[in-house]
């Protein structure tokens, strides 16, 4: 069976039982958490999107102190957020299972850092497990439950997105049958973490962290493959390039230790392994998380040997390896002649235009943008936050001036506004608003800040792939039909200025902006309409009518692409045209039109 | 079996993903090991879609620069950014017809001169075949049958172990019903198209 790594994840943890799984999404982990959802639909499988990661792991917490087989999942930032509830439950432990799934996502293909995730296997003393193929994707989410269950402690499933995004075989095992219903026992002198509660269980969690150093040493997720004297100490995706580097250099010179079970990292077998070598290369993507633990057993066991990893002439901490970059490493470590690949020439080959992702034609977020450029211009300060709308920070919208995480957008506002005395406008999208943007309101309300929160409603969580939040109506679905108001959440926050506009009404939208501008306090203009992208999937949908630029109207002042640009226009020969297939009929560019010469198309040549 | 690399290249919404799928499925069918990464960070709003297919031997899902056995490029300028991916011995597979990113509609850019640069390609791999398989695909039924076209190329090429049968197999089993005659029309097509 062909299997991306997220279907392997997710049915590796059907495989082992799993009953309640909990997610908030976000790439490369989205797929996961896909999977429980449609699963859940037709059984007994709990599944839900949670308002955030940190609520994700608590709900699945609650359902393993009651003995079940819990999994949440995340992408790497998302632990972040998470962090504070992992550290303590890490104290209490959990009496069923809980796997917690973390995708880190080495070169940023789609995050704002590259974070490895390792570290907080160290900060909380839990274990970590680290698949190096699709198929060992799989097993070890299985052994990671059983795992969980023997600890009693949660363990952590950690990738990178080539894992997650990528495809290998499989072979399936039987699906388990699941316990949905299971039962607290009540011990709060175990679980409710007072200071002298925690004396206790710090000291429990130190001899469970021995236990799980035993298990590493004997685990067979860490082996040792060859018997060269040249050590090669490998995690993830580097063990494939490691073992198909070796072979191509046809010697056998290696000693391989292959790290699956990363922490508690296996000392005694790393000792073992390193007594039979005269150096050590650690390959590992990211920081040198296995190059300090080599180092350190080493020193305990009073061994003195060369240890290479990150640093000049060998591996960097930055972005992701690739097999030419292993190889060459080994080859120069091992002092082997080897054939490099030889790419063909192509300096001189014309650039390959960028091409950037925009935001997509009728997306709503363009028309928020547009309109509050027109009102507020260069002259306000504009944080911005995480999702679609990031990527109103291009030209010509130019809306974004500074993102670092979710949530950030709104509580970073009252710090710009106060020490500059601008005018400041942030963005925070409907997910993203109950992800994290409740607390910084409600405290920007409280501490009498000044700006204008934008809360860009589109209805979904675009970027990640259209799941639900706690305000989207899913009542063709049979779910959740009493979504939350996000009016009544930001009245109830305390904000007495609250506007909601449908953004493709551009006047009515610049009027509301100019209106919620003159009001001194933290003001919310709500901008709702659906994302195009969702909105088609959804019953009932219609295309409306393209709109055309009549040539013999246009007067070619370009406001449409120099202030709108939209991908549905295109310039040919000298004039703007519109892609008839590519527009949704949102209209906001006629609105933009000074000659109002961009009109819809007559209902005729539609159906032509 | 030595391995294979394919580096499939395309812009969102061309059907790499599918076309990666059918040719893993077709390998798989063959008793060949498939490894497969993807990588679409933001297709849906504009952006590069990649696929690595990697059939035969060995462990790892990527292919780096001067070693992919095949380069089939959905557009032509997304052939020419991997370039880097090929060597002298690279079979590149190419569509000819441009899919401009939107600052160069919106004339902010530059869109190359898709000839010149193939033909400067040409000399340097084994072999480039570049042809308009977009109108092949409208010829075939529908636009978003490109991916069955460059797929009927790639199987005419005999760059993978993999007979046309296999394809025409995998093409009825795992495309979508509604299309497969569209799709199978578009496979015959690229296959035409490859000489």
Known sequence: MFLLGNEAIARGALEAGVAFTTAYPGTPSSEIALQFFQISQKTDLYFEYSANEKVALEVAAGAAMCGLRTMVTMKHVGVNVAADALMTLAYTGIVGALVLVVADDPYMFSSQNEQDSRYYGKLSGLPILEPSTVHEALEMTKYAFDLSEELKLPVILRTTTRINHSSGEVTLGLLAERKTKGAFEKNPFAYVCIPAVSRNLHPKLLNKYAQATAIADQSSWNRIEGDGKLGIICNGVSYGYVCDAIQELGVDHFRVLRIGFSHPFPDMLTQRFLEGVEKVLVVEEGEPFMEEAVRNCAQKAGITLPVHGKGEGFFSRLYEFDPALVKKVIAGFSDQPFEPYRPIKTDDLPEAPPRPPNLCPGCPHRATYVAVREVFGDEAIYPTDIGCYTLGLLPPLNMGDFLISMGAGVGTAGGFARATGRKVVAFIGDSTFFHSGLSPLASAVYNKHDFTLVVLDNGTTGMTGHQPHPGVYLGHLNLWKNPISIEAAVKGLGVDKVITVNPFHYRKTVDALQQVAAYHGVSVLIARAACPLYDRTLPGFKKKRPFYIKAETCRNHRDCIGKVACPAFYVAGEKVTIDADRCTGCALCAQICPENAILPMAKKEVSE | ?195
Do not use: W
């Open chain 2, 1 to 195: 079996m030595k391995t294979i690399r394919i580096m499939i290249v395309a812009v969102g919404g061309q059907g790499n993903i599918l076309a990666a799928r059918v040719l893993g499925e077709a390998a798989l069918a063959e008793g060949i090991a498939v490894r497969m990464s993807e990588f679409h960070g933001m297709a849906q709003r504009g952006g590069v879609v990649e696929s690595m297919v990697l059939l035969g031997d060995g462990k790892g899902y990527c292919i780096s620069d001067g070693s992919a056995d095949v380069l089939l490029g959905f557009e032509p300028s997304e052939t020419i950014r991997a370039a880097s991916k090929c060597n002298a011995n690279t079979v590149v597979i190419t569509n000819t017809a441009p899919v401009p990113p939107f600052t160069v509609a919106l004339g902010k850019g530059h869109y190359p001169d898709v000839e010149s640069a193939m033909s400067l390609m040409a000399g340097r791999v084994k072999k480039l075949i570049a042809f308009d398989a977009t109108s092949l695909a409208l010829q075939a039924g529908s636009s978003l049958a490109l991916n069955m076209v460059m797929l009927g190329a790639l199987a005419k090429s005999d760059a993978v172990p993999l007979s046309q049968d296999l394809f025409v197999h995998v093409i009825k089993e795992k495309t979508k019903k509604q299309f497969v005659d569209i799709n199978l029309n578009a496979f015959e097509m690229g296959m035409r198209a490859f000489s």
